[in-house]
């Protein structure tokens, strides 16, 4: 994609985001995007103010909303609801707030100010004087911090960044040079806590999507401090994106410790995330412009699930120049491999893996149970078995441990300890150890075919049984069929358990799976969300579907299961 293709796609998706949420603005002000799954996600939607500004200011081909009074007017009752119910113009004394919209509201003044009322001017000018003060009281509560995650800095990694990144900006804005001599070390110690393959923890290992949106805040920092240490993570962080995501530039979901694969409201943003640091890698030029071609190809309908997406497309139309290039993206067969998890492409296959423990954090919802070992990708089907962590729920894991009653045992028993990949055969295999039984896995393509090859041994402490889970690629709404001639559509009225065992395929007329020994499939299983307070589940829309073999436990055991892309 060209550099003048990728702007026009950009402000023809920035233009569509606007006119979808312009009739969705509630009566206080806010834009009511669905899924309203909670606060912060309304919160969160709010940032399109950001987009219709850049709209309000920039004549451009398509653009129906320059100098458009109605559109004006709505994003200034939209700011109006983050000053109040956002608490912009009365931000908590801990300074924890709503930083990525404050970042909108410096947006909407930089690009949009003039034609704002003098009333509002003034709000914002006092909301951003009241919230340099405390977001520089929080930032001196970490100057002696050492170790950078959740734990430590009361929040996600990723928000960590984003309030660094919104003190500095708010400084520049209101050119406080004595907070940013202060922020500078503390920018650079951060910067260094990063791991070396280009991901900052959260809680124990990579998050992959929280990694981009920390890459994102981050990068805007590295213009506001252009140093070398700023400059050297910045690349990293590219790294770690480009090496650590499926070929369509999605990232790999087994080893992340927060996102779930199909996570609605971040579907499009992923696309977007971390393209400020994109300028300082020598790849990242190109891949930019094929993550926006990408984008211009899964955003083909008039629904939008999240706004979001609009605050970083102004900020790649605000890049455009550092962004420019005249070389194309091509995927390769590539390998990379962190601590405990990694990747390895091969010809049309790829296969994400990990084999990290769990670092619990009793009664907090938003950190994963590492139950899933592994994600698997071929280039026609794309995702092929979503590995999708989840939390609370071991039945569902790659392999589920199972006590003599027929009862799931301890949920520790259904997570991995430790692990490591060996190169051999195929793309490899990855050799994972639990408290009682050691599991071995080798992924072996033919063609379009690849075959799972699973070894399992007791140690320790022999369970009576085990149970593989693999979560197949078949979705809400698909036809499902099978070798004895069953056919099912997934719908909220067709809950599909083929109870007898099955001993042929299933397939959704694209990806067909089979096994050597008998499976049960079930539908639809609703994984947990960290997103969904109270009851923390996602929508039938988002349901899994299973496919489960027995293993028993108390014996050496060996089976094979099998993926057929159909032409």
Same mark, same amino acid.
């Given at each position: ?13 920035l233009v569509?985001g606007?006119?979808?949420?312009l009739?969705?603005q ?9 899924p309203? &799954? +909670? #606060?912060?996600?309304?919160f969160y939607?709010?940032?399109?103010n950001?987009? &219709? ?8 081909a ?6 458009? $009074?109605?559109? *004006?007017?709505?994003?200034e ?17 801990d300074?924890?707030?709503?930083h ?8 909407v ?10 009333r ?8 951003h ?18 170790v950078f ?8 990694? +990723?928000h ?5 990144a919104?003190t500095?900006l ?6 406080d ?7 500078l ?10 791991? !070396?393959t280009? =991901?900052?923890?959260?809680n124990?290992g ?8 920390s $890459? ?11 140093t ?6 910045a690349?990293?962080?590219?790294? @770690?994106q480009?090496d650590?995501?499926f #070929? ?6 087994c ?5 779930? $694969? ?9 696309y977007?995330?971390g ?19 990408r984008l /211009? ?10 706004l979001e997406?609009? =605050?970083?497309?102004v ?12 070389a194309a993206?091509k ?5 990379a491999?962190?601590d ?6 091969t ?15 009793p009664g +907090? ?7 899933s070992l @592994?994600s698997?990708?071929?280039d026609r089907?794309?995702?092929v078995?979503?590995?999708s962590?989840?939390?609370?729920q #071991?039945?569902?894991?790659?392999f589920?441990?199972?006590r003599d009653?027929?009862?799931f ?13 060996r190169r051999g !055969?195929g793309l490899?295999?990855?050799?994972v150890?639990?408290r009682s ?9 033919r ?9 399992t041994?007791?140690r320790?402490?022999p369970?009576?049984?085990?149970l593989l +889970?693999?979560r ?23 809950p599909v358990?083929?109870t007898?065992?099955?001993?042929? %395929?299933?397939d959704?007329?694209?990806?067909? @799976?089979?096994? /050597?020994t008998? @499976?049960?499939?079930?539908w639809?299983?609703l ?6 307070a109270p009851l923390?589940q996602?929508?039938a829309?988002d ?5 489960? *073999?027995? &293993? ?7 089976l094979?299961l099998? %993926?057929?892309?159909?032409?």
């Open positions: 994609m060209s550099s003048s293709a990728t702007e026009r796609t950009l402000r023809g998706l569509r606007i006119a979808y949420a009739p969705r509630a009566s206080e002000g806010e834009f009511l995007i669905a309203a &799954i +909670n #606060p912060y996600k309304v939607d709010q940032q399109v950001a987009g &219709i500004a850049y709209c309000l200011s920039h004549r451009f398509g653009n129906p909303y320059f100098h458009h $009074a109605r559109a *004006c007017a709505a994003m009752r939209s700011l109006s609801y983050m000053l109040d119910a956002g608490r912009l113009a009365t931000p908590a004394a300074g924890g707030l709503e990525r919209n404050l970042r909108a509201s410096i947006t003044v930089r690009l949009a100010g003039d034609l704002l009322t003098p509002l001017r003034r709000s914002l000018a006092a909301s004087q009241a919230c340099l003060v405390v977001l520089r009281k929080r930032m001196r509560r970490y100057r002696d911090v050492t995650d959740a734990r430590t800095l009361d929040t996600g990694t +990723n960590f960044w984003g309030y660094l919104i500095a708010l400084a520049r804005h209101l050119e040079e004595s907070v940013l001599a202060e922020l070390p503390f920018a650079e110690r951060f910067a260094r806590a990063q791991d !070396r280009g =991901h900052w923890t959260e124990a990579p998050t992959s999507v929280y990694t981009r949106v $890459a994102h805040f981050m990068g805007l920092v590295a213009e506001v401090f252009p070398a240490v700023m400059k050297r993570a690349r990293r962080a590219v790294d @770690f480009i650590f995501s #070929p369509d530039g999605s990232s790999i979901e080893f992340d410790e927060r996102v779930q $694969a199909h996570e609605s409201f971040y579907g499009l943003s992923q977007l995330l393209l400020t640091v994109m300028p300082h890698h020598p790849r990242g030029r190109e891949y930019f412009a094929f993550l926006v071609d /211009s190809r899964v955003c083909g309908g008039k629904t939008f699930a999240s997406f609009t =605050h970083f497309i900020d790649a139309l605000a890049r455009m120049e550092s962004l420019r290039t005249p993206w995927p390769a067969d590539a390998q491999h962190g405990g998890f990694g990747t390895v492409r010809g049309r296959w790829q296969v994400g893996y990990q084999a990290l423990p769990t670092r619990a954090w +907090n919802p938003f950190f994963l149970d590492r139950q @592994f698997l990708w071929h089907a794309e995702r078995v979503d590995g962590n989840s939390k609370r #071991p039945e569902i894991g790659t589920a441990a199972s009653d027929g009862a045992a301890d949920p520790v028993e259904s997570l991995p300890i430790r692990g490591r990949w !055969r490899g295999t990855l050799v150890d639990y039984f050691r599991a071995e896995l080798a992924f072996l393509p063609g379009d075919d690849l075959v799972l090859r699973v070894r041994r007791p320790g402490r369970l009576a049984r085990l +889970n693999v197949l690629p078949f979705r809400f709404g698909q036809r499902v069929r099978s070798e004895s001639g069953a056919t099912v559509v997934l719908d909220e009225h067709a358990e083929f007898a065992l099955q001993s042929g %395929w299933i959704n007329r694209s990806v067909r @799976f089979s096994a /050597s008998p @499976f049960r499939a079930t639809p299983y994984p947990f969300s960290s997103y969904r923390y996602r929508e829309a349901a899994w579907f299973a496919a489960t *073999c027995e &293993i028993d436990a108390r014996k050496p055991a060996a094979e099998r %993926w057929r892309i159909l032409p």
